[in-house]
């Protein structure tokens, strides 16, 4: 094998994927599929590998694939100002998410508590609040 270069397997082994990530990724053009050679087999950059684990950080910190194609536009742009904005649009939707699920636990801790000094009634507060949209 070349040095610097790797297949698919050993390139999927290094950045901590399966192969179907990275051709999962090459569909949707996060990266690049290098030329099969004649009867040979596709040889993928050592260097791969980062940008693969780059790409799954960012699904971590709540990026879609959508949102990590531009962020890798704006890297190779040096376009700082504009990757902020589109970190600071994730925080605030993060943020939102974060209120409403503190508003969905605040609910069912309301209602568990009704349904705790109602037990032995016929009809459970829960199920009726959820009847009643």
């Known amino acids: 094998m070349s040095e610097g270069l790797l297949t698919i397997g050993a390139l999927a082994k290094q950045a901590g994927v399966n192969v179907e990530t990275i051709r999962y990724y090459q569909?949707?053009?996060?990266?690049?599929?290098?030329?099969?050679?004649?009867?040979?087999?596709?040889r993928y950059p050592v260097a791969l590998a980062g940008r693969i684990r780059f790409i799954k950080r960012a699904q971590a910190l709540g990026f879609t694939l959508e949102e990590v194609g531009l962020l890798l536009r704006l890297d190779q742009a040096r376009a700082c100002a504009e990757t902020r904005e589109l970190a600071a649009r994730k925080l605030a939707l993060i943020n939102r998410k974060i209120a409403d699920l503190a508003s969905m636990r605040d609910a069912l801790e309301t209602l568990s508590h009704e349904c705790d000094e109602r037990s032995g009634e016929a009809s459970c507060p829960i199920i009726q609040v959820l009847e009643q949209g």
């Open 27 to 42: 569909r949707r053009g996060l990266l690049d599929e290098p030329d099969k050679p004649l009867g040979g087999v596709r």
